[in-house]
């Protein structure tokens, strides 16, 4: 009969970290979400340089075609839902180390300081990461991408400036004309640059599952086949049907893969030689 008390105690023991635990995760959700929306309303402050810029690759594309550069507002709302949209894409570009913050002071507290020093460098890698990707999507895909979309362009504004081929051509074909919508625009390539921002996180991902001991080199270097087949299919998903663009995706983003295969050993390797060091068994 003594017992069951004492089997009151130990919920009530064990329920106060759950809680503690409930209430560090509101408060660091909290923080991200106002420096989410703090960041969105300075985006929205400067959503017209933002705009431009986005809108480079694709007035590059236009200019090199002798067109001028335009996308249209379909609707009579659209001009502010595309204010909203260039300041949520730029809230959460900008408001990311604050949130990658967050996470971090929610999980140290359970790790040891072993592990905080070996998880700190892919905490700081990732954004970096996912810049260069941006990067990558913003300046050599995207270029290639829009040339290849607007080839399929004809009429009056895809041929040479002379007037008698104008006039002829005008009766013989229908033109076809690129006018844009900017929201449709904007999703394309804000895809774009998020898919291949996620992409470069490969590396990251594969190197933190091999410290954690989930995958490791030789299980990767086996896989190698069936990672070849995926990444070709990843080049012609969100790549437009152009085989320069396709093979360039392939190969930075199977150069990633080999990478991560180098940095996994080299985890491997380090982590066998602490443990001869320390006079216990390696496992091959």
Known sequence: MSEKPATGDEIDDSSAPLIE?????????????????????????????????????ICS???????ECGLILLKLQEGFFVAIQISFFGGFILAFP??????WRFVAP????????????????????FFLGASFAYYVILPMAYDFFLGFQQGPLALPDDPDAVQTASTAMAGIVFQGSVSEYLS????????????????VALTLMGKAGLVSSAGLGSMRKYAIVLILILAAVVTPPDVI?????????????????????RIERR????????????DE
């Open 21 to 57: 635990h409930l209430a560090e995760l509101r408060t660091r959700l909290i923080w991200s979400v106002l420096a989410f929306l703090a960041a969105m309303v300075i985006c929205y402050t400067v959503w017209n340089p933002v705009y431009n810029f986005l809108t480079r690759p």
């Open 188 to 203: 394309l390539t804000t895809k774009f640059i998020l898919a291949f921002g996620l992409s470069f996180q490969l590396p």
């Open 110 to 129: 359970g790790l040891y300081r072993s592990e905080k020093q070996a998880f700190l460098p892919f905490l700081i890698a990732s954004p970096v990461m």
């Open 245 to 265: 663009s396709q093979v360039v995706l392939f190969t930075v983003v199977y150069g990633l893969y080999e990478i991560s295969i180098q940095l996994v050993r």
């Open 98 to 103: 604050v949130i990658a913050y967050q996470m």
């Open 61 to 67: 594309a236009l200019e090199g075609r002798g067109q």
């Open 271 to 282: 982590r066998n030689e602490e443990l001869r060091a320390q006079g216990l068994p390696v």
